[in-house]
């Protein structure tokens, strides 16, 4: 148990970081479960909005440091191969 005052302002700072970085991974969810969800219908238009939207709110969690750099690219990667076979297809 945290005893010094820094300490106990640690443990009050870090349980409101992570709630704010609950929000935020949330967020990008979401955002990641309406394009899953536009691609499993397999229209490419609301696939490509959806898309746009996904890769502006996973880089923002990349600069918030809620995801890590490489990650956020790795997924956004992966977002834009998928839309691109929807395209082709």
Wanted: no cysteine.
């Amino acid at each position: 148990m945290a005893n010094t005052p820094g300490a106990k302002k640690a443990v009050r700072k870090i349980e409101r970081r992570t709630e704010v970085n609950k929000a935020r991974r949330s967020r990008v969810r979401t955002f990641l479960r309406r394009f899953e969800e536009a691609v499993a219908a397999g229209d490419a238009a609301a696939a490509k909005t959806a898309f746009v939207e996904a890769q502006s709110e996973l880089m923002r969690a990349v600069t918030k440091g809620v995801v890590h750099k490489n990650t956020g690219s790795r997924k956004v990667s992966r977002l834009a191969a998928r839309l691109k076979k929807l395209s082709a297809a």
